[in-house]
């Protein structure tokens, strides 16, 4: 079984700051990493990926990957009321399965 | 399409029947995953699609679940004989093909209720 372990919150984080999730995973072949987000009652929907060590950044969000630790994290800057939502950690097993985690709820105070 | 569309959107169902469950992939999508996530739980893995092939059925969690893709296009999952544990919403997802970079994309969902 290929285990994605996150905390599953709530993250509670003002308005401004810097919100950090993070996921580790057990299966150390995995190559391929992602970040969904899903608002309440909604389907998830993709806002990273990365595939190599190192920070990858995209506006206000960063996603960092450390294969050695088998630990992938989302940082998300200037965080606001609208990022309140789950976020889903996703590894991708042998190219054609992914496995998500069960996601950290994240608050956003204004 | 522009997106992957699922439907119905919302489905009851009596215990006992048969339900059929649509998903209509991103145009060009050769790979198509099927999710299922009940209330305040996670994705669970059901079964996965390469064209109309299925490699990997190893989610479905009873023979009462099946799915079948035509036209390496629309995707059935269909549910005998329902119960109530299989209320849960059901995910499709799509990807342009398997491989290192893919990236899945998903649909709106269909939210079953068995009564």
């Known amino acids: 079984q290929k285990e994605v372990e996150q905390n599953s919150g709530p993250l509670s984080v003002p308005e401004g700051a810097i919100a950090s999730l993070n996921c580790t995973y057990s299966?150390?072949?995995?190559?391929?990493f992602f970040w969904y987000r899903q608002y309440s009652g909604k389907s998830p929907e993709l806002i990273m990926s990365i595939y190599s060590n190192g920070d990858k950044e995209d506006g206000r969000f960063t996603a960092q990957l450390n294969k050695a630790s088998q630990y992938v994290s989302l940082l998300i800057r200037d965080s606001q009321p609208s990022d309140s939502a789950t976020y889903l950690c996703a590894v991708l097993y042998n190219f054609n399965k992914f496995y998500f985690g069960s996601g950290t709820k994240l608050n956003v105070k204004p | 399409g522009a997106g992957v569309s699922q439907s119905p959107s919302n489905k009851v169902t009596e215990k006992g029947k048969d339900v059929e469950l649509r998903c209509d992939p991103i145009s060009g999508h050769t790979a198509l995953y099927w999710y299922r996530q009940s209330l305040g739980q996670g994705l669970e893995f059901l079964i996965y699609f390469q064209g109309n092939s299925a490699p990997d059925k190893s989610g479905l969690p009873s023979d009462r679940f099946s799915a079948e893709r035509t036209g390496g296009s629309v995707s059935t999952l269909t549910i005998q004989r329902t119960q109530q544990e299989d209320s849960a919403v059901y995910l499709c997802a799509s990807s342009p093909q398997t491989g290192f970079n893919t990236e899945a994309f998903f649909g709106q969902g269909t939210r079953l209720t068995v009564v």
């Open positions: 299966d150390r072949v995995s190559q391929s």
